[in-house]
C-alpha cells in the first residue's frame, strides 16, 4: 500500500520507507550466509563489507562462532536439539537491529563460522576479527572459550558467551574480554532453589550422574541449598549403564530400577537430578518409591527462556520467532538474541560501528536491555554475567520466575541469582575493567 | 439510573433483531433517570475477553460484555456513538454501540491490534500492529484499510496532535518514537527514547508529546515540531526497587499543568507538574497498573490494575484514590463516554 509512491527519491520525507525497501535486501543476504559457511566455503568479511557500497551507512559485523559438537543422543526423542539451535536466534536479533538501524543508518550483517575443529574454528573467528569484526556471539565449550578469549587477546574484541553455564568462565578462569549471556549454573540453581524454598520444600534428595558437568551442577544445588536455607538429606550417584538408549519394552525395568534406587532415603520433599546429558534424569518423574516432585536438569528445569512464555510482551517476539524459524524458540536462541541485540543497543546508543564504542557501552551501566522478562538486563561489572531473572517450567509451561518475592538485595534482586559481587572471584575483569 | 438499563448480562456479537429493538428505548430511560456529570465507563479485560461497563457516579459495574480475543486498546468513536475494541488474538477491530454496546461491526486492522487512535476530525484510525512493524491507517466509514506505515520492532503507542497533523507511534523493541505526517502518511523523523516505549500522549495545545519507556523507567518529553527532547520525567520511590518503576499509561490535564504517569508493577501513579517534569506525588493504586482515563470533566481518573483484577477511581482534585472497583480478569484498557 504506497509503497512505490514512498520511494519517490523527490521527497525528502520519504527516506524512511526507501530504507525498508533497501533493507529487505540486507536481511535475505544475511540469511544466506550460514548455508554457504556450512559447506566449508568461508566468507571473506571483506567482501561482505563490499556488497553494499551505500554512503553514510554504518556497518556493524557480528560473528558467531559455533563449535560442532558431539553430543550422546538424549533420552526422548522430543529433546534432540534442531540444527539451527542459537543461530536462529541470531538472525531474529539481525533482523530486529536492522528494523531499528533503517531508521539510524546502520546495517548489521551476521556472519556465522561452524567447525567441529576449535583450532579452525579460532584461525576463522580471528580472520573476521583482523578485518574489524569486533562482536563475536560464542556457542562454545568452555574449554574452547578460554583458547577463543586467549587468541584474541589484545585486540579489540568481545566474546560474548551464549552456549556454556560453566560458572569457571565467570570465575578462577574470567577473561577480561568475555561476558555471558548464558546463565550459569549456579544462577540456574539459585533461581530454581529459591522457588523451593519458595514453597517451603526445603528437604532435597540430590541424584547425580557421573560426568564432570553432573557434579558441576550438583555443586551449584549445594551452593544454593546453604545460600537460600534448603537441606540436601542425601546424595545418590546414578551410574548410566551405557548401551543402546532405547530397547524395544524398556519401561519394564526402569519401572522396576527407580523405584529401587529412591528407596530408604531420610524423609525428602524434592528429588533434585542432576543430568546435563540427559542420560537419565527423565526416568525419574512418576517412578520414584516415595510421590514427589523431581526437579533440577529435568522435571522442574531453570532457564533463560521458554518456549512458552508469554509475559511482558513475549507473545509477539515468540511469534517473530516462529515465522522466521518454523519452531519454539530454546534457550539458546534466547542466549544469542540477548547477545546480538545487545550489540545493536550499543551500536543505537552510542550511534557508533566502532567495536571498542561498542564494547565499551555494552560493558557499562547504561546498557538497559528490554529483553521481554520485565526487567532492564545489563551485564555484572565484576564477571560480565548478563544479570536476568531466571524462569523454572516444565516441558510445557513456565510455572515461576526468580527471583522470588522475598529474597532481598542491596542493589539489585537479580543479583541474588548466580555469583554476587563480594563473592566474586573473577580477577581478571576487575584488572581488566581497570584499564 | 433505572434499573432495568442493563438487563441483559451477556451480550454476544451478531444477535439477531429482537434485541435491538428492546435497546431502542433504552437511551430514553436512561436520559431520564440520569443525574448529571454520571459517566460511563469502559474496561478490557484481556484475559477474559470482555468489556466491563461501569458508573462513573455509582462507582459499580453496571454490565459485563463479552467480545473478541484478548480486548486491550480501546476507543469511542468522535461522536461517541461507537465503541472501538482492538481484539487483539482475533486480528481484528471490533466495533460496539457505546449505549447498549450492541455489536456492530468489524474492522480491518492487520495483525495483533494493541493500541489504536483517531484522527482528530473523527476519521481515519490508526492502529499499531505489534506482530508486523506496521501503523495500519483504516477508513472507519469504509472499513477498509488505506495506508500500511512500515516503523520500528513491536509497535505499540499511539498518539495524535491535537490538530491532526502528526501521528506518533513507539516502537517498543527499537526504543523510537516514530513522527509520521498524516497527510502523506510518511515518517518525518524518529527520536531515540528509552527502552520499551510504550505510549504517546500529546498536550491538548500540541506543544509537547510524552513518552513513556516502560525499561527505562522514563517519561521522555519531545516538541513535535522540532523534535527536540525537552525533558525526562524520572522516578524514585522509596522502599520500591527501580526495576519495578515501569512507566506506561500517561494522561495529561487538558490546561496542561499536571500529567499522570501508571508505573506499572510499582502498583502507583505519579501525579507529575508538567512545568517541572517533577513527580507532585505517587498514589498508591492496584497491582500492575497500565492504562488510565479522565472522566470528560477530569473530576475523576480510572486506571486499570492487571494483576488485581480491578480498577482504581482517583479523585483527581484531591489526589486521592477513593475506590477500587472489582473489573475482569487482567484489565488493560479503558475510556470514558460523556454520558
Given at each position: 500500500m504506497g509503497e512505490n509512491a514512498s520511494c519517490r527519491p523527490s521527497r525528502g520525507s520519504s527516506r524512511g520507507a526507501c530504507w525498508s525497501a533497501l533493507l529487505l535486501g540486507t536481511a535475505a543476504a544475511v540469511q544466506l550466509a550460514p548455508a554457504t559457511l556450512a559447506q566449508g566455503q568461508p566468507q571473506a568479511p571483506a567482501e561482505v563489507e563490499a556488497a553494499a557500497p551505500t554512503a553514510g551507512v554504518q556497518r556493524i559485523s557480528i560473528v558467531m562462532a559455533r563449535e560442532l559438537r558431539e553430543r550422546p543422543p538424549p533420552l526422548s526423542l522430543l529433546d534432540f536439539p534442531p540444527q539451527d539451535d542459537g543461530v536462529a536466534g541470531a538472525r531474529l536479533a539481525t533482523d530486529d537491529n536492522n528494523t531499528t538501524g533503517r531508521f539510524l543508518k546502520q546495517q548489521f550483517a551476521l556472519d556465522v563460522v561452524e567447525s567441529a575443529s576449535v583450532p579452525e574454528l579460532i584461525a576463522e573467528v580471528e580472520k573476521r576479527v583482523r578485518a574489524g569484526a569486533g562482536l563475536v556471539v560464542a556457542d562454545m565449550s568452555a574449554e574452547a572459550l578460554l583458547q577463543l578469549s586467549d587468541a584474541l587477546k589484545g585486540r579489540d574484541a568481545l566474546v560474548i558467551n551464549a552456549g556454556s553455564a560453566d560458572d569457571r568462565l565467570r570465575e578462577a578462569d574470567c577473561r577480561a574480554n568475555m561476558v555471558h549471556t548464558a546463565p550459569s549454573r549456579a544462577m540456574l540453581a539459585d533461581g530454581l532453589a529459591q522457588y523451593l524454598v519458595w514453597k517451603q520444600w526445603r528437604r532435597w534428595l540430590l541424584v547425580r550422574g557421573t560426568g564432570r558437568d553432573d557434579e558441576a551442577f550438583a555443586e551449584a544445588l549445594r551452593r544454593a541449598a546453604k545460600r537460600f536455607g534448603g537441606k540436601i538429606v542425601e546424595e545418590r550417584v546414578f551410574k548410566v549403564e551405557t548401551?543402546?538408549?532405547?530397547?524395544?519394552?524398556?519401561h519394564e525395568q526402569i519401572q522396576q530400577q527407580i523405584p529401587a534406587f529412591t528407596q530408604n532415603v531420610p524423609s525428602y520433599d524434592v528429588l533434585l537430578v542432576a543430568d546435563e546429558g540427559e542420560q537419565f534424569g527423565e526416568y525419574f518423574p512418576y517412578r520414584t518409591w516415595d510421590a514427589r516432585p523431581v526437579a533440577g536438569t529435568q522435571g522442574l528445569t531453570p532457564m533463560s527462556w521458554h518456549p512458552a512464555l508469554e509475559q511482558w510482551g513475549a507473545t509477539q517476539f515468540q511469534n517473530r520467532f516462529r515465522r522466521l524459524a518454523n519452531r519454539p524458540m530454546r534457550p539458546l536462541d534466547y542466549n544469542v538474541w540477548v547477545a546480538v541485540r545487545s550489540v545493536g543497543e550499543a551500536a543505537t546508543r552510542t550511534k557508533s560501528a566502532v567495536p571498542k564504542a561498542l564494547i565499551a557501552y555494552i560493558r557499562s551501566p547504561e546498557l538497559d536491555l528490554a529483553a521481554f522478562k520485565g526487567r532492564r538486563l545489563s551485564y555484572r561489572g565484576w564477571d560480565g554475567q548478563l544479570r536476568q531473572p531466571i524462569l523454572v517450567g516444565t516441558a510445557k509451561l513456565p510455572i515461576t520466575v526468580s527471583p522470588q518475592h522475598g529474597f532481598l538485595h542491596q542493589h539489585s534482586e537479580l543479583d541474588t541469582l548466580g555469583v554476587d559481587r563480594p563473592e566474586s572471584g573473577c580477577k581478571a575483569y576487575e584488572e581488566g575493567n581497570r584499564q | 439510573m433505572g434499573s432495568g438499563r442493563w438487563a441483559v448480562v451477556d451480550q454476544r456479537r451478531g444477535k439477531g433483531a429482537g434485541r435491538a429493538i428492546a435497546y431502542c428505548l433504552l437511551p430514553i430511560a436512561f436520559l431520564l433517570a440520569a443525574p448529571a456529570a454520571a459517566y460511563t465507563v469502559y474496561v478490557t479485560n484481556e484475559k477474559d475477553n470482555t468489556v466491563s461497563v461501569l458508573d462513573s457516579e455509582k462507582l459499580e459495574v453496571v454490565r459485563t460484555v463479552k467480545v473478541g480475543q484478548r480486548p486491550r486498546g480501546v476507543i469511542l468513536s468522535k461522536d461517541h456513538k461507537w465503541l472501538l475494541v482492538c481484539a487483539s488474538d482475533d486480528n481484528n477491530v471490533q466495533v460496539f454501540d457505546a449505549r447498549n454496546m450492541e455489536y456492530v461491526r468489524t474492522l480491518p486492522s492487520g495483525p495483533d491490534p494493541e493500541l489504536f487512535v483517531l484522527h482528530p476530525s473523527g476519521n481515519p484510525l490508526y492502529i499499531a500492529n505489534e506482530d508486523d512493524n506496521l501503523v495500519t491507517v483504516v477508513d472507519i466509514e469504509t472499513g477498509k484499510a488505506v495506508a500500511e506505515i512500515p516503523v520500528g520492532v513491536e509497535p505499540e503507542g499511539m498518539g495524535v496532535s491535537p490538530d491532526g497533523k502528526l501521528l506518533v507511534n513507539t516502537s517498543e523493541t527499537t526504543n523510537m518514537a516514530h513522527f509520521i505526517?498524516?497527510?502523506?502518511?510518511?515518517?518525518?523523523d524518529n527520536v531515540l527514547v528509552d527502552s520499551r516505549p510504550r505510549v504517546a500522549e500529546f498536550k491538548a495545545d500540541g506543544s509537547q508529546v510524552w513518552v513513556s519507556a516502560e525499561i527505562g523507567g522514563t517519561v521522555t518529553v519531545i516538541d513535535?515540531?522540532?523534535?527536540?527532547?525537552l525533558g525526562k520525567v524520572e522516578f524514585q520511590i522509596p522502599g520500591?526497587?527501580?526495576?519495578?518503576i515501569q512507566p506506561v499509561g500517561v494522561r495529561i490535564s487538558k490546561d496542561g499543568k499536571r500529567a499522570f504517569v501508571a508505573l506499572g508493577p510499582a502498583n502507583r501513579v505519579a501525579v507529575v507538574d508538567t512545568a517541572t517534569f517533577r513527580v507532585e506525588r505517587y498514589l498508591l493504586v492496584g497491582q500492575r497498573v497500565w492504562q488510565l482515563a479522565f472522566t470528560p470533566d477530569e473530576k475523576l481518573l480510572f486506571t486499570t490494575n492487571g494483576t488485581s483484577n480491578d480498577v482504581s477511581v482517583i479523585d483527581v482534585e484531591r489526589l486521592r484514590v477513593v475506590r477500587s472497583i472489582k473489573v475482569g480478569r487482567y484489565p488493560w484498557g479503558v475510556v470514558v463516554a460523556p454520558f
Open positions: 548401551g543402546s538408549r532405547r530397547a524395544d519394552g524398556g | 505526517d498524516t497527510a502523506t502518511n510518511q515518517i518525518i513535535p515540531n522540532t523534535r527536540k527532547i520500591v526497587s527501580q526495576d519495578a
